[in-house]
Structure formats: C-alpha cells, structure tokens
C-alpha cells in the first residue's frame, strides 16, 4: 500500500511552494507536454500509439520501454543526489526523475545547447547542467554491468557470430579508435590536442562485438597520439601482454596447426599473437588478398559500431565547443554504456541514424610497421587454412 501524500513544503521559484502531491502528479505530465509542443513544431508523426512512439525515439534516440529501464537504473541515485538541492521548473514545479532523464537524455541525442534543451523542458540553463551531471555520474555508477569484457560461454557465442561473418575462426572482437573533435579556447589549444589533421581532438578507442556492442572502451588521450600509443597505455593491453585476457580455448585449423584467441584491428595497428592485422604492401599473393578482404569485412563491425554510437549520441558528433576536458571522458563512457543498453534492451536503430562505415571523415589511414615474429607465423598459417 502506497504510504498517505504528504504535503511537505518545497520552496518554489515564485515564493511559494510545491506539495508533494503536485510532485507526484508531474511525473506523468512533462511527456504529454513536450509532445504537444513537438506536434506543433516539429516532425509530423502519425496520430496512434505507434506514431506517438516513434516521436519519443526520434527525440531521446530509445524506446520508451528502454527509457523507462534507464529511469529504473538511475531513478534511486538522481532521486538522492536532487533531495537536497530540490531542482523547480519554470513554473515552480519539482523536476521529476523520469523528466530528469529526459533532460538528459536529450542534451546527449541532440547536442543541442543547454539553453536550447532547457527551452524544451521549461527549465533554466543551469538546471540542464545540473540535471545533466548527476545522469552521467548516476549512470557511471549503476550502468557499468552493461559495458564489460564477457565471461567465456558469452565468448563463444561472440566467436560462432565473427566466423559467420567471413571465416574467421576464434576471432573474438575488431578494435578501431575515433577522434571526438574539440574547438578549445587559446590558452587550452596545446600541441597535445593536435592532431594528424590540423584538428583539436580526444580519442576514443573501442573493442566491439559482432552485434557492435562495446566490449571495451579506453578514452580520454589526446589526439596528438597514434592508434598503436593509444593501445599501448590501455588495461587491455597489459592484460593480453601477460596471458590475462584473450586467454581461451585454441582452435585447430586444416593444416594442423593452432589459432589462439585475437581480435583484428586495421593497418594502424601492431601485428601481435593476439591482434591479427592486414597483410601490407603491394603485390600480395591471391591467399594473402584473400585473407585482407576476409579481415576487412570482419573489422567493419567496428566501423559501423563507432559510427552509429556517433550518429545517435550527438553530443560527441561533430565538433564540441569548449567541453571540460576532465569531464568529456566521462560523458563518452556513458554515451557507450547508453549505446550498449539500446542493444541489449532489443530497440532497433532509428531511421534518421545512418548505417554508415565513416565515423571518422576526414581523417586518413594511419600505419604501423611492427609485426611480431610470432604473430606473422600465426597470420601465414590462419591465411593459408583459410584459402
């Protein structure tokens, strides 16, 4: 049995106050509200229950039943962290979790400014910044489970799925890196933040399954440094370098001979026993083209994975004007955590989101020449079963 409404006392904008009963009633409002507003303005959606869904995912890029999982998530910590601050609209009405999610939600799909949001939801500026934080910092701290390496009967699955993209066997993930351009103001606009295209940039390195879900995710390094650098300062790396990770059952091949587990990455890349990368070079032999086409359509989910987390996830599209450096890593991790949650919660991608390989215009090949002795035997032997 719900406990009997308390009028207790919240101060409001105007002086006056809001009574628990009038927080309790906005919870189901703030949607019908914003609705009405985008019926009049925005995209024209069809009248029934099926339009009316497909004008809340084009606003907030999830489902309303994913929406409503993330409140469950997050609903707790953002209920404590508002308890003291008692966050009010614009008509004095307390913010409600669902509308707090909502808010922020919103400023991460659109990117749009946190006066624009703001004007959406009839709240301040400093609100959606405020409303904005506490979802990441919730999110950081509840929705984690969502984004990790996978114990071993998941891998198996993974691996079943990677074969069946092209042949490969036992491949266990494709890696690839993303620049999230910056506009920075002069006395941040270090050397550091440049990078090979004249651009102020953060990567974001990502390990992705075959259904384009974050396996692993490092971010936060500037763009000065190469994709090969990036990998190298990464806990994934450590833990392939002493046997921790990538540690699975081999599997034999038609000549006899054994693959480990290993992801594929592009020419950027090292060539090491557990990241098989393309042959290089011209002139190659029909089993060493072969295996490259193999390899390439393989590592494309990785390319469609980044670029549908940036089509869908805004925030970080495009170039962002002056973000806080220490907070933009943050913001990333739960744009990942959120792309990853629309996966595993079953919601399609949105019509307006391109399926698209290029997550990174603009930006041309890197190249590394390292290749493990041990690793090129791995690669001859794979190539060679597989032709």
């Not at 390094?221 to 450590?238: A, E």
Request: a neutral charge.
């Amino acid at each position: 049995m719900a406990p009997p409404r308390k009028f207790s006392k919240k101060r409001r904008r105007d002086g006056g106050f809001a009574t628990e009963a009038s927080m309790n009633n906005t919870e189901s409002d703030w949607w019908e509200e914003l609705s009405h507003k985008l019926s009049t303005t925005g995209q024209a959606f069809a009248d029934n229950e099926e339009g009316e869904e497909e004008k809340f995912k084009s606003f907030f890029r999830v489902s309303r039943k994913t929406f409503d999982y993330i409140c469950t998530l997050v609903g707790s910590d953002l209920a404590a962290r508002s308890s003291s601050s008692g966050i009010i609209d614009a008509e004095g009405r307390v913010v409600t979790i669902g509308k707090q999610v909502a808010i922020a939600l919103r400023r991460l799909a659109s990117g749009e400014s946190q006066l624009s949001v703001g004007e959406s939801f009839d709240v301040g500026q400093s609100t959606v910044s405020q409303v904005s934080w506490k979802f990441v910092e919730a999110m950081e701290d509840r929705g984690m489970h969502h984004l990790k390496w996978t114990h071993e009967t998941q891998m198996e699955e993974i691996k079943v799925k990677f074969e069946k993209i092209q042949g490969l066997p036992n491949c266990c993930g494709a890696i690839d890196t993303t620049h999230i351009v910056m506009s920075l103001p002069s006395g941040e606009a270090s050397n550091i933040w440049h990078d090979s295209e004249a651009n102020y940039s953060m990567i974001m390195q990502a390990i992705v399954d075959p259904e384009l879900r974050f396996l692993d995710i490092l971010t936060g390094w500037p763009g000065s440094m190469n994709d090969y650098g990036i990998l190298k300062t990464s806990g994934f790396f450590k833990l392939c370098k002493n046997g921790q990770r990538l540690n699975g059952p081999v599997k034999d091949l038609q000549d006899g001979s054994q693959i480990r587990e290993y992801i594929v990455g592009d020419e950027a890349y090292p060539l090491l026993p557990w990241l098989l990368t393309p042959y290089q070079g011209k002139n190659l032999s029909p089993m060493k083209k072969k295996f490259n086409v193999m390899h390439k359509n393989t590592k494309l989910v990785a390319e469609r994975a980044l670029a549908r987390f940036k089509g869908t996830w805004k925030i970080i599209d495009g170039v962002m004007w002056r973000p806080d450096k220490h907070k933009l890593p943050r913001i990333i991790l739960v744009c990942c955590i959120l792309h990853n949650i629309i996966i595993d919660q079953g919601d399609e991608l949105h019509t307006d989101v391109p399926l698209s390989h290029h997550h990174d215009e603009g930006y041309n090949q890197q190249f590394c020449q390292f290749a493990d002795r041990n690793a090129q035997m791995l690669r001859d032997h794979l190539s060679k079963s597989l032709s």
